[in-house]
């Protein structure tokens, strides 16, 4: 794991990481709670601090705050010279309800026809694996009707 960590792209990219995580960090210890947990990113662009949240009620509120972020940041990385502050609405992207699908099962007739092909065919190995499913298929089928 060491090797791996003192590759110089890798190291640059969890500097980044902590930068981002510190500069996260210190705009939502500047506000109340309630509008801290809306903040969802912060980022630099020369001398103009940007914090993203979700939803535009969030951004509007935030923008009043826009002074206290300045002042906290200020005193916190006085070396960045931040002159003003953008509010950005980022909506995160919402899992996709996962469709329930429920298997369809072949009707009697179809699994008496998986059977006796199976019978009939001459590859060993396909007759077995059709029998199988012709098996699986009744149980599941019997297993629907007693339920």
Known sequence: ????????????????????????????????DELAEQVIGVSLDGETLIVQVEQAVWATRLRYAAPQLLDTFART???????????????????QPVEKRTASL?????IEEMETLSRLIEDEALAKRLQRLADSARKARERKEQG
Not at 106 to 110: E, F, G, L, Q, V
């Open 1 to 32: 794991m060491k090797p791996l960590l003192e590759q110089p792209g890798l190291q640059r990219l969890l500097d980044q990481a902590a930068l981002y995580g510190a500069l996260l960090e210190t705009a939502r210890s500047a506000l109340p």
């Open 77 to 95: 990385f006085p070396h960045l010279k931040l002159t003003q502050c953008k509010v950005k609405i980022s909506p995160l992207p919402r899992p």
């Open 106 to 110: 072949p009707p009697a007739s179809a």
